[in-house]
């Protein structure tokens, strides 16, 4: 079992930045691959990123690369979202994920989910 709790979201103007953090709970963060998702109003939760238990693999959605940075610090329980050059369309609500082993971008294979933080982009 492990609890997720994400930080860092709030206000910003487009092209700035936020680093989302997700703490986890638990001893075995480092046997989970992690994930971050997000939800805009009126639409389906959608994947971002995801990183390997130990880094060596990560994995974005086409449309972030280069603006979005995924990491994570296993002797700190915590996985981070770097956002640059922030978009009005990045706007959304942004979930961590996390599951055992391997790594996925399917939202539907992972166990567990932090609560959320909002994201407001303002043009």
């Known amino acids: 079992q492990v609890q997720l709790v994400e930080s860092g979201g709030g206000l910003v103007q487009a092209g700035g930045s936020l680093r989302l953090s997700c703490a986890a709970s638990g001893r075995t963060f480092s046997t989970y691959a992690m994930a971050w998702f997000r939800q805009a109003p009126g639409k389906e939760r959608e994947f971002v990123a995801t990183?390997?238990?130990?880094?060596?693999?990560?994995y974005y959605t086409d449309s972030l690369k280069g603006r979005f940075t995924i990491s994570r610090d296993n002797a700190k329980n915590t996985v981070y979202l770097q956002m640059n050059s922030l978009k009005p369309e990045d706007t959304a609500v942004y979930y961590c994920a996390a599951r055992s082993g391997r790594w996925s971008t399917i939202r539907y294979e992972y166990r567990y989910w932090g609560q959320g933080t909002q994201v407001t982009v303002s043009s």
């Open positions: 990183i390997s238990t130990d880094a060596t693999t990560i």
